[in-house]
Structure formats: structure tokens, C-alpha cells
Nanobody, 121 residues
């Protein structure tokens, strides 16, 4: 069983910064991919950024150059540094991991509880 705990959301002014954190815990054998998705009311959950175990990254076009995803493999933690925030970034941000539990043949996706990011003056 893999569990995710998110933190770092809040209210910021346009142009401000936030850093989201997500720590994975449980009986984890390995983590293949970690990432962040965002969701606003009435819309589907959309990719923000992902990072592989090798450190390769991918970003939504809307956040390229402003957001940076990173991970600490020793702590099973993924981060999202969000700079130059815009009102359009306002959403609930969900952490996810693709991880293989100890004793399992397969890897599974697990979602965090979500953390609210509000960008407003």
C-alpha cells in the first residue's frame, strides 16, 4: 500500500511563488514516475509536470519556464517549484506516483489528497 501526503499550497499574489511537496510512504519497492496534475471545477484533471526515476521531465506548455519539478529518491518525495504564478494557475494540485509495492509484481498509480493553490490579488 502506497500513501501520499501533499503540502505547500496556499494563497499568493500574481507573480508570486509556491513550492509543493509530496511524500510517498508505505511498503514501496520502487517508484517509476512521480508527478503533479491540476484540476478546476467542471474540468478533467490535467498534467502539470512529471519526472521519471532517471530524472527526465515533461511539462504542460502553460507552465514551461515557470514551474520546475524535482524529486528526492532517498525520501520518496517529489516537489513542484512554481514561480511567476498567474491567476490561471489557480486549481487543486494532485500528486501522483507510479510505484511497485513490496510483494507485488506490478506497479500502480496512487493519487494524493490534493492541495489548493489560489493566485489572486
Amino acid at each position: 500500500q502506497v500513501q501520499l501526503v501533499e503540502s505547500g499550497g496556499g494563497l499568493v499574489q500574481p507573480g508570486g511563488s509556491l513550492r509543493l511537496s509530496c511524500a510517498a510512504s508505505g511498503s514501496i519497492l520502487s517508484i517509476n514516475v512521480m508527478g503533479w496534475y491540476q484540476q478546476t471545477p467542471g474540468k478533467q484533471r490535467e498534467l502539470v509536470a512529471v519526472i521519471t526515476s532517471r530524472g527526465s521531465t515533461d511539462y504542460a506548455d502553460s507552465v514551461k519556464g515557470r514551474f520546475t519539478i524535482s524529486r528526492d529518491n532517498a525520501k520518496n518525495t517529489v516537489y513542484l517549484q512554481m514561480n511567476s504564478l498567474k491567476a490561471e494557475d489557480t486549481a487543486v494540485y494532485y500528486c501522483y506516483v507510479n510505484a511497485r509495492p513490496i510483494g507485488s509484481t506490478f506497479a500502480y498509480n496512487t493519487w494524493g489528497q490534493g492541495t489548493q493553490v489560489t493566485v489572486s490579488s
